[in-house]
């Protein structure tokens, strides 16, 4: 079946340095892809998504590409901030109607000041 | 206005109690979910609804019983609770659950079953 491998955590960077997440999928066809953030105590929320290969997703500061050749959806931010520590999720959605998420296993990101 | 709202967001119960979790959206959404994310933050969907219509139950024991009255509305029903339900249950939705839609997520319900 569908599966989602994302790096493990904890990560914990200083505020400002260069963050990538690495996500890596394995699924038939075409799937869609998503990171989603939990920000501690709360619900989630989707940061960005592609839905095609090479299409890139982006918000906040955020971007991942799409890359089919590799099956691969990494996290990247070029400057965190301490606001950024949250569990981050990579997850995908299959090919067909009415499937649901995917997840990994999300990884947690700590930023310290 | 909250999209994707659950009550209660604590539940503290005995074992073998029977409880239930609402949730409701106003987005009007045809689909919703329920996930369930366990002590390691891993999460996993329980059952989708399309439209008042169970689409997908995933292995889940059937102690668990999930209930749509209308689209707008997905509740869970647990009976006989055991100490290994102790979770977060998120609900979600969906605009039509189609590949490419984003999945709203309530703010969880925290199950602790003693």
Redesign the interface.
Known sequence: GDSVTQMEGPVTLSEEAFLTINCTYTATGYPSLFWYVQYPGEGLQLLLKATKADDKGSNKGFEATYRKETTSFHLEKGSVQVSDSAVYFCALTGNSGNTPLVFGKGTRLSVIA | DTA?SQTPKYLVTQMGNDKSIKCEQNLGHD?M?W?KQDS??????MF?Y?NKEL??NETVPNRFSPKSPDKAHLNLHINSLELGDSAVY?C?SSLS????????????TRLTVL
């Open positions: 994707v689909t979910y996930y390691k933050k891993f999460l996993k969907i989708s399309n689409i997908i998120f979600a659950g189609g590949r490419a839609d984003t999945q709203y997520f309530g703010p969880g």
